[in-house]
């Protein structure tokens, strides 16, 4: 939330720049893969010099979790997640973006790779655990609601990366998993 209204403070020009180098850098990863891609890459795709680059990202690792952070940020937002409160049917719709986050997220880089899936995990639920954590503390529960939704924020990414990895013919659908593991995580949110 923090970074949100930093970011919001921040001069236009400071953003259109920052998004022209996260719009180039999304563009070109399907095409290079994650490891192929250089700063270079970037801001001749970009049009802008490899400076102005660093006055803005250190490395292309740190543009990339900025990448995962806004992508996911996004999801949450276009399903109205951030809007709502803790509901079996709202926790099966977040269950169901992660599963369709993280295979998406995997389309664009090969799966073989740690650093790519490590960042889209330590992001993934760092965003899940703030979001359930909103949703908690408007539930008046007995137990710590950061700790409870650590706990679900985990559970959710774990079986949501374990189903995205699944290539047989028999993975149900996102909705269909997510019907199947709610009874797992469920329990950890219910007010006691």
Known sequence: MLSTLSEEKLDPRVKRTRSLILQSFTEILPEKGFHAISAQDITDKA???RATFYAHFTDKYQLLDRSIQLLFREEIEKRMLDACHYSDENLKALIIMVCEFISNANAH???SDPQFES???A??????????QVWLEKEGLTVNPKTAATAASWAIYGLALQWSHDKSRER????????QVLPLIAPT????
């Open 47 to 49: 049009g802008i010099n």
């Open 109 to 111: 880089c090969a799966p």
């Open 119 to 121: 960042l889209v995990e």
């Open 123 to 132: 992001q993934a639920k760092k965003q899940l655990q703030g979001l359930l």
């Open 172 to 179: 149900p659908s996102a909705e269909k998993f997510a019907e």
């Open 189 to 192: 949110l219910k007010t006691i």
